[in-house]
């Protein structure tokens, strides 16, 4: 199945607001900040099929124009089911000036014998942040599907004018690369990526770093959590664990203190 699903953040009177929304089956997008009083945008991506199915393409394109800011929400795990052949999802942001993004989507499920590549695309203006992150999981651990599928891999890109400031390539192909070697996943079986990236003059990168590290002692009894500095103003977190819910709770965790310090 090809899917769209396109949104448009505009910035009015002081308010962030759904200034365009197309979709196609299965996608269905929802309101969720009714009750938030901060003048942000804040919706959830829903959808009619149980998970990603053999043949899928999925394409998502989100605008933020100027001044606007958009925290976007998943459902529910995302399902990669058993593919003759593979799926694919492509995701272009594009942020104007003085914007916020923020996507913190649950973790991905790859079941056995799926193959789905993941492709996002992201441009940031001046005096913009963005937060985005994603947990990949072993399978259906408790029916024995560890590390069962084909191949997974995610490519992330964020633009700053025309320089790459960042690129982020996960690849996971059992048959390849053993996914428990030294230097791969070893024993855990859940991996996640958060990246922080501000173009923002009066960031603090040092203090935001510190609330990071803070944020991991935190945590450090359930998984294994390292932050990493760009030379810019940004980190990237990594987190190996066991348990998708907890490295979930986590990122959710970090995006709502970053998302607090506009």
């Known amino acids: 199945m090809d899917s769209h699903l396109k949104i448009t953040a505009g910035y009015k009177e002081g308010k962030s607001y759904v200034k365009d929304l197309y979709v196609t089956l299965p996608f269905r997008v929802v309101s969720v900040g009714q009750r938030k009083n901060d003048n942000k945008l804040y919706q959830m ?24 800011s958009l925290q976007l929400q998943s459902q529910s795990y995302q399902r990669l089911f058993n593919m003759k052949d593979k799926a694919l999802q492509e995701m272009t942001v594009s942020m104007q000036d003085d914007t916020s993004f923020a996507y913190v989507p649950h973790p991905v499920v790859p079941h056995e014998d799926s193959n789905f590549k993941s492709k996002a695309k992201i441009h940031i203006g001046n005096n913009s942040q963005i937060i985005i992150s994603e947990i990949i999981t072993c399978g259906r651990k408790h ?120």
């Not at 199915?53 to 606007?68: F, M, Q, R, V």
């Not at 991996?191 to 609330?211: A, P």
Request: aromatic letters at 10%.
């Open 143 to 262: 029916y024995g599907e560890v590390f069962k599928l084909k191949r997974f891999q995610n490519i992330m890109e964020i633009y700053h004018g025309d320089q790459l400031i960042i690129k982020d390539n996960v690849l996971i192909q059992p048959e390849v690369i053993p996914i428990s070697s030294i230097g791969n996943l070893e024993e855990y079986t859940h991996q996640g990526t958060l990246i922080f990236y501000s173009t923002k003059n009066d960031i603090d990168k040092t203090n935001l770093v510190e609330m990071m590290y803070k944020a991991v002692e935190a945590h450090h009894e359930e998984m294994e959590i390292g932050v990493s500095a760009m030379e810019n103003n940004g980190f990237v977190i990594r987190a190996l664990g066991h348990g998708g819910e907890i490295m979930y709770n986590f990122f959710l965790y970090v995006q709502e203190m970053l998302w607090a310090l506009e």
């Open 45 to 68: 991506i829903m959808s009619s099929s149980p998970g990603i199915l053999d043949g899928d393409h999925y394409h998502l394109d989100i605008t933020l124009e100027k001044g606007s």
